[in-house]
């Protein structure tokens, strides 16, 4: 097991793509702040024109602060990956975001999602890398199903550790999850 991995606590929140990870995200974060823990990071909610998902925002947890992140319609000065162009301003206010918080020790931080790019050494895997080196003492990822493995094996993070939206209750989760920090 890698040393992130026994220092730190990472659950990965996994379902479909569409599949409600971002809704279940927002919902756990929530039911910890009750609990009393400091909750930071951001979330990745989709947009949608007719129907469709067009593209994703993304949102800093504690402020709500939002920027546009991806879009399905080419954008001057953002990068194309898959059938999304990505703004790369984006990246750098998430990394901003989870090193801002950082000098307030945090004790969940989440980051949503983590797939394909961060699997090829990119997207939020900078941060990703980050964290591994702090002293946090829960991550909450969101992961693609048919992209767990893959994470699991790239992150060297326990079975133990997944959440299925499909299957675990939130209140479960939220449980788990404090469970962890005692």
Do not use: C, H
């Not at 020790?105 to 090829?120: S, T």
Request: aromatic fraction near 10%; proline fraction near 4%.
């Amino acid at each position: 097991m890698s040393n992130a991995a026994q220092q730190q606590n990472i659950f990965l929140i996994t379902g479909t793509i569409q599949g409600g990870k971002t809704s279940y995200l927002i919902e756990l974060a929530e039911l910890l702040r009750k609990r009393g823990l400091s909750v930071g990071g951001f979330l990745a909610p989709g947009t949608f024109e007719s129907g469709e998902r067009s593209g994703f925002k993304l949102k800093n947890i504690l402020s709500g602060v939002e920027i546009p992140m991806a879009s399905t319609k080419e954008t001057a000065g953002w990068f194309k990956y898959r059938r999304f162009w990505f703004n790369p301003d984006a990246f750098i206010q998430g990394m901003e975001w989870i090193r801002k918080i950082m000098p307030d020790e945090p004790q969940v931080v989440v980051i949503d999602e983590v797939g394909p790019m961060e699997l090829e050494g990119s997207g939020w895997s900078e941060i990703l890398e980050f964290l591994s080196s702090t002293s946090v003492p829960v991550q909450l990822w969101s992961v693609r199903e048919k992209l767990i493995e893959e994470v699991i094996q790239r992150w060297d993070i326990p079975d133990s550790r997944i959440i299925q939206i499909d299957e675990v209750e939130v209140n479960q989760a939220a449980r788990k999850i404090a469970e962890s920090l005692v």
